[in-house]
């Protein structure tokens, strides 16, 4: 059982974003106009995928990333996006980063 159920109930809302396959599609997406949409309404977009927004989940953004030097310098392309949920439970709120960047698996910790 979880010891901090408000904070549970506000991951389970964005595990089921997270988890939902048109989810994976729109992030696998390179289109950029697609990555536009989702940076000007990205709560809008994933509504239009058919991605329920859970009541705990009361905003959403989508920052686009710059490639890490290191994974550039080694050609890795792909991700670089950062999705922010904030999340609010009773009278408790909380910001959740879902985070995807190039990286080689072989990159030092303190990268």
Same mark, same amino acid.
């Given at each position: 059982? #979880?010891?901090?159920?408000? *904070?549970?109930?506000? *991951?389970?809302?964005?595990? $089921?974003?997270?988890?939902?396959? #048109?989810?994976? !599609?729109? +992030?696998?997406?390179?289109?950029?106009?697609?990555?536009?949409? +989702?940076? !000007?309404?990205?709560? %809008?977009?994933?509504?239009?995928?058919?991605?329920?927004?859970?009541?705990?989940?009361?905003?959403? !953004? *989508? $920052?686009? &990333?710059?490639?890490?030097?290191?994974? &550039?310098?080694?050609?890795?392309? %792909?991700?670089?996006?950062?999705? $922010?949920?904030? *999340?609010?439970? !009773?009278?408790?709120?909380? &910001?959740?980063?879902?985070?995807?960047?190039?990286?080689?698996?072989? #990159?030092?910790?303190?990268?």
């Amino acid at each position: 059982m #979880a010891t901090d159920p408000e *904070l549970a109930q506000g *991951l389970r809302a964005v595990q $089921r974003v997270l988890a939902a396959p #048109a989810f994976v !599609e729109l +992030c696998a997406d390179t289109d950029q106009e697609v990555r536009k949409a +989702c940076r !000007e309404d990205p709560a %809008g977009t994933l509504r239009a995928r058919g991605i329920e927004l859970k009541p705990e989940i009361r905003r959403v !953004e *989508l $920052r686009v &990333r710059h490639t890490p030097p290191l994974a &550039r310098q080694r050609g890795l392309r %792909g991700g670089n996006f950062e999705w $922010r949920f904030h *999340l609010k439970v !009773e009278e408790r709120s909380w &910001r959740l980063i879902h985070l995807c960047d190039a990286w080689p698996l072989d #990159a030092p910790e303190d990268e």
